[in-house]
């Protein structure tokens, strides 16, 4: 289990609970900015079982003090695997934050129409696959939630180790739906294993209907203090693939413990690898397109 830790006691100015640092990213963050990777927690509501990882309160409030700091004004709440199918802190979060964001649910194919429609009304526009920490899903279920889900538009997303994925590339190639792979697909983890990532994203995102999700460099690279080689590769692929990256914070980086990394720091990366132009389309016109946000 994840060792907790604590919000400083106030978020004047630009301090944000459950990150790291104060100041504003360094280059001009564009009008409509996304946030496309973060989670809620409220320890009001039962997590699913003592194992999961287990977080301190994550509120709206908190994070509306992040999108301050960091020039944010949308966002999309990933339903942590530690609530499986119980999606209140999810959908109260979605309430409270509007319609300037959106939500990615857990569900498994006993789902019902009712249940993915009061999800829909929520804002919920995809569902999530862990397949890392274990949860409400597991793999053999992807194809019958994905028939779910076709009729609503909605996209699968996966966070999965790097060799988890290289066996389930042609499974999410066929997949009725459009894919979000999380966590920049764990490009780094495995330094033998990289070149063959990179060159399986090159074949899933050249299909046109799958995307990668820059978050979390920490899980992506995990030995890295620069994140130069993860940067490396994700400037290769969007040199050709632009168009298919999202980005997000992973707040309030629950695999992190105490030591939460600067936010604002992991912002300005995009600032060292892209283009402003590049920039605008991975935070404004990409998310726009995927979660229905419009530009």
């Not at 695997?81 to 498994?108: C, E, N, P, Q, T």
């Not at 194809?143 to 590339?169: C, F, K, M, S």
């Not at 298919?244 to 600067?262: F, I, N, Q, Y």
Request: aromatic share 6%; hydrophobic share 40%; charged share 20%.
């Amino acid at each position: 289990m994840n060792p907790a830790s604590s919000a400083p006691e106030q978020h004047d100015g630009l301090n944000a609970p459950f990150s790291t640092g104060a100041a504003r990213p360094a280059f001009a963050v564009p009008q409509g900015a996304c946030d496309c990777h973060m989670h809620l927690f409220d320890n009001a509501w039962p997590y699913v079982d003592p194992g999961v990882l287990t977080h301190p309160d994550a509120t709206p409030q908190d994070y509306r003090a992040l999108q301050r700091r960091l020039g944010l004004s949308r966002n999309v709440v990933v339903q942590p695997s530690s609530y499986g199918l119980d999606h209140r802190v999810l959908v109260a979060g979605l309430k409270a934050l509007g319609g300037s964001a959106r939500g990615v649910a857990v569900i498994d194919p006993t789902t019902t129409p009712a249940q993915l429609r009061e999800l829909e009304e929520a804002g919920v526009v995809g569902v999530r696959f862990n397949l890392v920490q274990a949860g409400a899903t597991h793999e053999r279920m992807l194809e019958a939630v994905a028939e779910l889900v076709r009729p609503l538009g909605w996209h699968v997303q996966i966070h999965a180790q790097a060799r988890t994925l290289v066996g389930l590339a042609d499974r999410l190639a066929r997949l009725p739906v459009p894919v979000v792979i999380d966590h920049y697909a764990h490009l780094d983890t495995d330094p033998e294993l990289r070149p063959a990532i990179e060159a399986l994203l090159i074949r899933l995102l050249s299909t046109g209907r799958i995307w990668l999700k820059l978050s979390a460099p920490y899980i992506a690279s995990p030995r890295s203090a620069d994140f130069e080689e993860l940067g490396a590769c994700v400037q290769r692929l969007a040199a050709r693939f632009v168009d298919r990256l999202v980005w997000g914070t992973d707040w309030p980086h629950v695999t992190e413990g105490a030591r939460k990394p600067d936010d604002g720091t992991l912002l300005e990366l995009l600032s060292q690898w892209f283009s402003a132009e590049e920039r605008h389309r991975i935070l404004v016109e990409n998310p726009g397109a995927l979660y229905g946000f419009g530009t």
